[in-house]
């Protein structure tokens, strides 16, 4: 049975679950490597959903809030179990909390090309990196600067 859940400060074993699993598949899907200390602070903090089948780590996603803006920061699904909705699942779950939790901020994102369709799934904008909005450019400067990204900027206000 497949669960998708927030983490929460109690998920000491899950942090290194997580972990391993991001570790299992991190090398080829990961734009940005991350260390075990940051991950157990998403997993702990609460800053994250994961997603379980029959108790295994299927897929993860973390986020930030800061000033005007929450983030999805990120989203890995194994991929034995891609294709099957659970990165869906993971960002719809996300944003109904943003929804509640952050009513006047807005939900960005730079999604790598695996993850578009996830993000237009669930109601994301989708900008050129020709038309990113000014208040979108300065969060970005530094991805949008970087030839290697083949990243588009998303955002969506998160009362809409």
């Given at each position: 049975m497949l669960v998708v859940r927030q983490t929460n400060d109690t998920d000491y074993k899950l942090a290194l679950d997580v972990f391993g699993f991001y570790l299992g598949i991190s090398?080829?899907?990961?734009?940005?490597?991350?260390?075990?200390?940051?991950?157990?602070?998403?997993?702990?903090?609460?800053?994250?959903?994961?997603?379980?089948?029959?108790?295994?780590?299927?897929?993860?996603?973390?986020?930030?809030?800061?000033?005007?803006?929450?983030?999805?920061?990120?989203?890995?699904?194994?991929?034995?179990?891609?294709?099957?909705?659970?990165?869906s699942q993971l960002m719809s779950k996300m944003i109904d909390f943003f929804r509640r939790r952050f009513p006047k901020k807005t939900i960005t994102v730079f999604a790598n090309e695996k993850s578009i369709s996830i993000m237009l799934e669930n109601g994301l904008v989708q900008f050129d990196r020709s038309e990113v909005p000014d208040f979108l450019k300065g969060v970005y400067v530094t991805q949008l600067a970087d030839p290697k990204f083949d990243s588009i900027v998303f955002a969506m206000s998160v009362d809409k």
């Open positions: 090398s080829t899907t990961a734009l940005i490597s991350k260390d075990y200390e940051e991950i157990e602070k998403a997993v702990l903090s609460g800053s994250s959903f994961v997603s379980l089948l029959d108790n295994v780590v299927v897929g993860f996603v973390t986020f930030r809030e800061w000033e005007d803006f929450v983030e999805p920061m990120t989203l890995i699904v194994s991929p034995d179990c891609r294709r099957q909705g659970i990165g």
